[in-house]
Nanobody, 124 residues
Framework: QVQLVESGGGLVQAGGSLRLSCAAS????????MGWFRQTPGSEREFVAAITWNGGATYYEESVKGRFTITRDNAKNTVHLQMNSLKFEDTAVYYCAASRQRGGWDTSLGYDYWGQGTQVTVSS
């Protein structure tokens, strides 16, 4: 089992940047595909980005391509989401997630463990 703790959320003006971090417990972090999701009130959790075990492949939701970058450091059990050129519509609670599954990483069902979330608010 793994526990995930997000940090780095906050309030930023449109066009600005934030870097989210997710710290994972345990010694098997490198065995998990890691993902970021976001959710607004009344909406389903939405896929944002994912990164495979050794960082060899990354996946992004279409609206964040070219603006967000997901990275991981297996030595430090951390995954990051660098968010640039933020837009008002990026406002949401952002969740870190870990997957032991073989696929489905662009859906919430593809993940086994979740953090508690961190709020990102972009002012227009």
């Amino acid at each position: 089992q793994v526990q995930l703790v997000e940090s780095g959320g906050g309030l930023v003006q449109a066009g600005g940047s934030l870097r989210l971090s997710c710290a994972a417990s345990g010694r098997t972090f490198s065995r998990y595909v890691m993902g970021w999701f976001r959710q607004t009130p009344g909406s389903e959790r939405e896929f944002v980005a994912a990164i495979t075990w050794n960082g060899g492949a990354t996946y992004y939701e279409e609206s964040v391509k070219g603006r967000f970058t997901i990275t991981r450091d297996n030595a430090k059990n951390t995954v990051h989401l660098q968010m640039n050129s933020l837009k008002f519509e990026d406002t949401a609670v952002y969740y870190c997630a870990a997957s032991r599954q073989r696929g489905g990483w662009d859906t919430s069902l593809g993940y086994d463990y979740w953090g508690q979330g961190t709020q990102v608010t972009v002012s227009s």
